[in-house]
């Protein structure tokens, strides 16, 4: 059964086991946060972009990549606020009344020790544990090779193109999706036909580079940039090689998950020289998602 998503003015209270945040990434110490919640209460868009879009970070999911991690934590109803100008005027006590009390009936809340909420985030987890309504537990940080695991860290390792370091934060693999669109045919031509989606200027985007990564469940090789080899006015795109893959995707969403980053973006002196390293690049990834099969079916 998938997971249902409900805007929070739909929903019908009942007990619920709530975990709240705004759980950009979905990384372990948000892991911590929902453990044993069945429903997770988020906003969309990220508060700040409401409230100081000058300094909205770039976010690391979509909220459809943030709805499935979240379902394969085993949660069951994914309430979302739709965070406006109007929401972001509630006081932290109408928040818990009308959000946690009314619309949801919560019986346990599960925060972040670093969550604040309401007008001029002024509610506090000693706020929510005050409550008599509902019990409340909140999370410690995490931390994950001595440093404290937060959305803000692994935003950097993806920029840098630090894949393995944003899996250990994440959890999981870094994920992104788009619709499959029609570039300047180039791969084709070199015999490595490419799926291309152009980033989302909300989401962070990888360092440029080369990658190892799964695209739809299928091993592949993905590039992200600009091409330096050759003219083009297409901008910045994420170019994916699925590997011993046939079929069409224009049109298509593409998801991939990001691996390992092979090398950085190269400009090559000519074709032939791009493409031997193409072939190469194609077998670095191929051998990476087969050890990450491997181990995933080992339990690794």
């Given at each position: 059964?998938s997971i249902k998503?409900?805007?929070?003015?739909?929903?019908s209270?009942?007990?619920?086991?709530?975990?709240i945040?705004?759980?950009?990434g979905?990384?372990?110490g948000?892991?911590?946060v929902?453990?044993?919640?069945?429903?997770?209460l988020t906003f969309?868009?990220?508060?700040l972009?409401v409230?100081k879009?000058?300094v909205a970070?770039?976010?690391?999911?979509?909220l459809?990549?943030k709805?499935?991690?979240i379902?394969?934590l085993g949660?069951?109803?994914?309430?979302?606020?739709h965070?406006?100008?109007?929401?972001?005027h509630?006081?932290?006590e109408?928040?818990?009344?009308?959000?946690?009390?009314?619309?949801l009936?919560a019986r346990t809340?599960?925060?972040?020790e670093?969550?604040?909420?309401?007008?001029?985030a002024r509610g506090?987890?000693?706020?929510l544990a005050?409550?008599?309504?509902?019990?409340?537990?909140?999370?410690r940080?995490?931390e994950v090779?001595?440093e404290?695991v937060?959305?803000s860290?692994?935003?950097a390792?993806?920029?840098?193109?630090?894949?393995?370091?944003?899996?250990r934060?994440?959890g999981?693999?870094?994920?992104?999706?788009?619709?499959?669109?029609?570039?300047?045919?180039?791969g084709?031509e070199?015999?490595f036909p490419t799926?291309?989606?152009?980033?989302?200027?909300?989401?962070?985007?990888?360092?440029?580079?080369v990658?190892?990564?799964?695209?739809?469940?299928?091993?592949?090789?993905?590039s992200?940039?600009v091409?330096?080899?050759?003219?083009?006015?297409?901008?910045?795109?994420?170019?994916t090689?699925?590997?011993?893959?046939e079929?069409d995707?224009?049109?298509?969403?593409?998801?991939?998950?990001?691996?390992e980053?092979l090398?950085?973006?190269?400009?090559?002196?000519?074709?032939?020289?791009?493409v031997?390293?193409m072939h190469?690049d194609?077998?670095?990834?191929?051998?990476i998602c087969?050890?990450?099969?491997?181990?995933?079916?080992?339990?690794?």
């Amino acid at each position: 059964m998938s997971i249902k998503v409900t805007p929070l003015d739909q929903a019908s209270p009942r007990a619920r086991d709530v975990a709240i945040g705004t759980f950009d990434g979905v990384h372990l110490g948000h892991r911590a946060v929902i453990e044993g919640a069945d429903t997770v209460l988020t906003f969309e868009p990220h508060p700040l972009e409401v409230l100081k879009p000058e300094v909205a970070p770039k976010l690391i999911n979509s909220l459809a990549v943030k709805r499935d991690v979240i379902e394969g934590l085993g949660v069951e109803e994914l309430v979302v606020i739709h965070f406006d100008e109007d929401f972001s005027h509630r006081s932290a006590e109408d928040f818990i009344d009308y959000a946690l009390v009314e619309k949801l009936g919560a019986r346990t809340v599960a925060v972040g020790e670093n969550f604040h909420f309401g007008a001029k985030a002024r509610g506090t987890p000693e706020m929510l544990a005050a409550h008599p309504e509902f019990e409340t537990r909140v999370q410690r940080m995490v931390e994950v090779d001595g440093e404290t695991v937060s959305s803000s860290r692994i935003r950097a390792q993806i920029a840098a193109g630090d894949m393995e370091g944003a899996r250990r934060c994440l959890g999981v693999p870094y994920m992104i999706e788009g619709e499959v669109m029609k570039g300047d045919q180039r791969g084709r031509e070199l015999g490595f036909p490419t799926a291309n989606i152009v980033p989302d200027e909300r989401l962070v985007t990888p360092g440029f580079g080369v990658y190892a990564a799964f695209a739809n469940g299928h091993p592949a090789a993905v590039s992200v940039g600009v091409r330096p080899t050759f003219d083009s006015d297409l901008g910045v795109l994420i170019e994916t090689f699925l590997i011993d893959f046939e079929g069409d995707l224009y049109g298509k969403n593409l998801r991939i998950a990001f691996l390992e980053r092979l090398r950085p973006e190269l400009a090559f002196d000519d074709v032939d020289t791009l493409v031997e390293q193409m072939h190469r690049d194609v077998e670095d990834a191929r051998r990476i998602c087969a050890d990450f099969t491997e181990a995933a079916a080992r339990g690794g």
